[in-house]
């Protein structure tokens, strides 16, 4: 079965430092990756999503990722963040020549300084 | 787009009551997913459907738990003889097809 890690927890950045949140997933198959972000009070959204094609994706507000298939990982970059970024952000991982279920990771939670 | 509707958005019951909770999908999505939230966790998979059609059920989803899609739109969710274990928040999504799920507020369930 799928799985999904993410390395950090809890991150805390200051205001134009650099991001890189870690995501390894696990499923020898084809797979559908996505971050999704809960900013407070607010529901899932999706940040951006990888299905096939060029493994570097942008996504909304300055994100991208970058699909490894040798490492199993989709890290979730962006070069200069900003206080309204702090949020929580979930990877997540669908094996659609199995099911059509989405795994996701525990969550990081990225706090940013003003 | 209303986007994806949950009711109640929190509950409140006493452990050893029944408690149905209802998701309103993107009218055009014909498939629609439940998931359950626990602190510092990530959403865990409960069920989907196609349509009406309940494709799959995760271990998770003990025979306490059901859900339903009888006219392919809204769903309900019903868990009976509710446990402590049972609070958490209850998240609805849905989709087009393979296209990405839209999710919505969640219930949350508290457990007395």
């Known amino acids: 079965a799928q799985s999904v890690s993410q390395h950090n927890h809890h991150v805390i950045l200051s205001e134009a430092a650099s991001l890189e949140l870690g995501c390894n997933y696990s499923?020898?198959?084809?797979?559908?990756l996505f971050w999704y972000v809960q900013y407070p009070g607010q529901h899932l959204q999706l940040l951006l999503k990888?299905?096939?094609?060029?493994?570097l994706v942008k996504g909304i507000k300055g994100f991208e990722a970058e699909f490894i298939k040798s490492k199993f990982s989709f890290n979730l970059r962006k070069p200069s963040v900003q206080w309204s970024d702090t949020a929580e952000y979930f990877c997540a991982v669908k094996a659609p020549d199995r099911d059509d279920k989405i795994i996701f990771g525990k969550g990081t939670r990225l706090h940013i300084l003003p | 787009d209303t986007g994806v509707s949950q009711n109640p958005r929190h509950k409140i019951t006493k452990r050893g009551q029944n408690v149905t909770f209802r998701c309103d999908p993107i009218s055009e999505h014909n498939r629609l997913y439940w998931y359950r939230q626990t602190l510092g966790q990530g959403p865990e998979f409960l069920t989907y459907f196609q349509n009406e059609a309940q494709l799959e059920k995760s271990r998770l989803l003990s025979d306490r738990f059901s859900a339903e899609r009888p006219k392919g739109s809204f769903s309900t969710l019903e868990i009976q003889r509710t446990e402590q274990g049972d609070s958490a928040m209850y998240l609805c999504a849905s989709s087009l097809g393979y296209q990405p799920q839209h999710f919505g507020d969640g219930t949350r369930l508290s457990i007395l």
């Open positions: 499923y020898g198959g084809t797979v559908n």
């Open positions: 990888y299905f096939s094609g060029d493994p």
